[in-house]
């Protein structure tokens, strides 16, 4: 299955043509994009815990797919929502 190897042993296997790897990648990386503006936001007190806490909730178990934390782990992300990641993947 896709979500359970990496972007590069899919590249170097040539089962992922180029441009669907960084469909992929641009895909989960706006997913993330909008998840850290939702943490901005939550931060900033404009967005309800229940929100917050469903976005998480949604974060971690994404994050549990080695591909999707591969692609995660090499966005630039402000300090406090890339401490939020660490702290996900544990």
Not at 2 to 22: D, G, Y
Not at 52 to 74: D, F, H, K, S, Y
Request: with cysteine; proline share 3%; glycine share 4%.
């Amino acid at each position: 299955m896709l979500l359970e190897v990496t972007l590069e042993e899919r590249r170097q296997a040539n089962e992922l043509k180029m441009s669907e790897a960084i469909a992929v990648e641009l895909h989960i990386g706006s997913i993330f994009t909008m998840i850290e503006n939702n943490h901005l936001q939550y931060q900033a007190g404009f967005l309800p815990e229940e929100h917050w806490q469903r976005n998480l909730a949604e974060m971690q178990c994404a994050l549990t797919v080695p591909l999707l934390r591969e692609i995660v782990m090499g966005w630039p992300f402000r300090e406090s929502f890339s401490a939020v990641i660490s702290d996900s993947i544990g």
